[in-house]
Structures are given as structure tokens and as C-alpha cells.
């Protein structure tokens, strides 16, 4: 049970490159989302989903689109990147009970745009 | 909207001695309450949460947590702290329906030896 992964782990962008950060869990859990993370901001919801083929916006959505086909996957597309967007980068997924749900988070894509 | 205050950046702590964090939230509405730990390079793992009944919440590794309502906090303890409690550690707020989480700024702890 490998449980969230994220690939790549970090990652050199030039301003206006596009990239995919991409995200797996094997929990079959129905809720998938991504947040950033900024010093002294703690972290930020970008995008989320409550199960496949169901994404809607979070906090900071601009500069990000998403998609969810499967189940399993839930990838975060940059389509410009800009420096602002230079961050850490999780991925999670809970049940979606409503209830509480503990959130299982990846390991991270830390991203540098240059 | 919610919001979460975590009202320390930094908290340096001798090795053995007794650590707090401190957590405030507004919300409008019935919240649900977390603190997650970040361990250096790593992603985010549950410690403790708040769902109802007693306000005394304990956690994994000794760490407990109380909910106040009247003063809206959920501030986390631990009466002795090790080298490896050195991480930061975030404070989060969940509608009770629905999974979004709002975060707090987080807080680093030093554990020093």
C-alpha cells in the first residue's frame, strides 16, 4: 500500500513552460486535492475533487487546471508557469464521508520557476 | 469564511521540557478541528483532531489537544518534547460537511538539546 505518491519530487521551470504535477493514491478514496505551501502562509487549496470526473476550484486556483478520470489520479496541469507559482506542492486524499475525514497527504513536488 | 491563527512562527523548547502551540479559528458555522505535523522534507501526517464529545483530544507520539469554544481555540501540548519532535506543526479547520481544510500559518518547533 504505497498510499499518495507524487512525481516528479522537484522540478526547474522557465516562466511561461508548462508541466504536470502528478498525483496516485491506492486508498480508493473519492476525495483528491492539491494545496500549496508558503512560508508563513501554510497551506493553500488550489484544486479539488470529490470523485471522478467532479473537480471545482479551492482558495488560489488561478494559473492551474485539473482533471479527474480515474479514481486513482489526480494530476495538476500548469499552463504558463510564472514565478509566483514557485512553491511546494502537496497532494491528498480522504474518504468522503463528511465526517471528519483524516487527509493522507504526498510527499510533495517542490517547484522552482525561473 | 474560516480563518486559522496560529499565533506563534517560532517556538524554540529545551529537550524534556513542556512545549504549547497556539491555535485560533473563526468560523460560522460547526467546524471540525486538526493539527498536522510536517517533519523536514517530508509531507503532512494527522496528529490529533476534533470532531465532537470531550474536548480533550489526545494524539500519536504524546501530544494532546483542548478545544475551547467560547475562546474558539484548539491549542496543542505536550509535557515533555524529544529531539525528534523538532517539525513544523499545522493547525486546521474543516467544515463539519465537506473535507476542505483551511490551514493556519503553521508553527516550526526547535527542540534543542
Known amino acids: 500500500n504505497a498510499g499518495v505518491t507524487q512525481t516528479p519530487k522537484f522540478q526547474v521551470l522557465k516562466t511561461g513552460q508548462s508541466m504536470t504535477l502528478q498525483c496516485a493514491q491506492d486508498?480508493?478514496?473519492?476525495?483528491m486535492s492539491w494545496y500549496r505551501q508558503d512560508p508563513g502562509m501554510g497551506l493553500r487549496l488550489i484544486h479539488y475533487s470529490v470523485g471522478a470526473g467532479i473537480t471545482d476550484q479551492g482558495e488560489v486556483p488561478n494559473g492551474y487546471n485539473v482533471s479527474r478520470s480515474t479514481t486513482e489520479d489526480f494530476p495538476l496541469r500548469l499552463l504558463s508557469a510564472a514565478p509566483s507559482q514557485t512553491s511546494v506542492y502537496f497532494c491528498a486524499s480522504s474518504n468522503n464521508r463528511g465526517l471528519g475525514e483524516t487527509q493522507y497527504f504526498g510527499p510533495g513536488t517542490r517547484l522552482l520557476v525561473l | 469564511a474560516q480563518s486559522v491563527t496560529q499565533l506563534d512562527s517560532q517556538v524554540p523548547v529545551f529537550e524534556e521540557a513542556p512545549v504549547e502551540l497556539r491555535c485560533n479559528y473563526s468560523?460560522?458555522?460547526?467546524?471540525?478541528l486538526f493539527w498536522y505535523v510536517q517533519y523536514p522534507n517530508q509531507g503532512l501526517q494527522l496528529l490529533l483532531k476534533y470532531l465532537s464529545g470531550s474536548t480533550l483530544v489526545k494524539g500519536i507520539n504524546g501530544f494532546e489537544a483542548e478545544f475551547n469554544k467560547s475562546q474558539t481555540s484548539f491549542h496543542l501540548r505536550k509535557p515533555s518534547v524529544h529531539i525528534s519532535d523538532t517539525a513544523e506543526y499545522f493547525c486546521a479547520v474543516g467544515k463539519a460537511a465537506g473535507n476542505k481544510l483551511t490551514f493556519g500559518g503553521g508553527t516550526r518547533v526547535l527542540v534543542k538539546p
Open positions: 486508498m480508493n478514496h473519492e476525495y
Open positions: 468560523s460560522s458555522v460547526s467546524v471540525y
